[in-house]
């Protein structure tokens, strides 16, 4: 499963990409989202492994999408990533003596899964080219 900040580094090299048929070499895309090109290649290489991305070998190689930013989701970014839900559930196992205790796990999944929808149905609704315009209009 990756990190919960690959999200965010996911759509920022994303919308990156999609400023360029050709694509970027990772040490650009790096400098853009200001991390280490050795970590964010690890980034970039879960989006490849999931179809999102490419690369190209040699000396002017790089990492370009593989369809039209206009086609890609939030949410399928989200999804492909691995990630938990938003809201974890507790790693303690509740005292079933206690009123609470008996139901808040059943309650707090209810909950999480709400959330994780709402989350979702947001995501659908914006693409990389989206973000990009967005982000160049700021």
Known sequence: ???AGWF???VHSLAL???SKDGFP????AGSVNTNAVFLRRVLKKLVEVGL?????GR????RLTRPAEQITLAEIYESLGLDKALALSPAEPNAACPVGAGITSVMEQV?????????????NYTIAQ????AVTK
Do not use: D, F, N, P
Request: overall charge negative; hydrophobic content about 45%; proline content about 0%.
């Open 1 to 3: 499963m990756a990190a």
């Open 8 to 10: 965010a580094m996911s």
């Open 17 to 19: 990409l999609s400023q």
């Open 26 to 29: 990772s040490s650009y895309i």
């Open 53 to 57: 991305i490419e690369t190209k070998e």
């Open 60 to 63: 002017e190689g790089g990492y």
């Open 112 to 124: 999480s899964e709400e959330a994780h929808e709402a989350m979702m149905a947001s995501l659908r």
């Open 131 to 134: 973000v990009a315009r967005m």
